[in-house]
């Protein structure tokens, strides 16, 4: 949380674990604007199978203050 504190744009941040919940890697998928950032699971699990990731951790910041739920497009 405090990384992402103070940026003026979405991230949106991936973190991939190994079995034992051990992080193998962490990265900034999306950077979005003030107040939304477009993500494709694609590029996600992409990563992931490159990095043979048994689970993923995914969050972003809100710079904007707007706490309400996140927009799903389908």
Do not use: W
Not at 23 to 32: A, D, W
């Amino acid at each position: 949380m405090d990384e992402m504190r103070f940026l003026s744009q979405e991230h949106f941040v991936c973190i991939y674990l190994n079995t034992k919940n051990q992080v193998l890697h962490k990265q900034t998928v999306f950077i979005g604007s003030l107040n939304a950032s477009i993500v494709h699971p694609r590029e996600v699990y992409k990563e992931a199978m490159r990095r043979s990731a048994a689970s993923i951790i995914c969050f972003h910041n809100h710079p904007s203050g707007d706490l309400r739920v996140v927009k799903i497009l389908k």
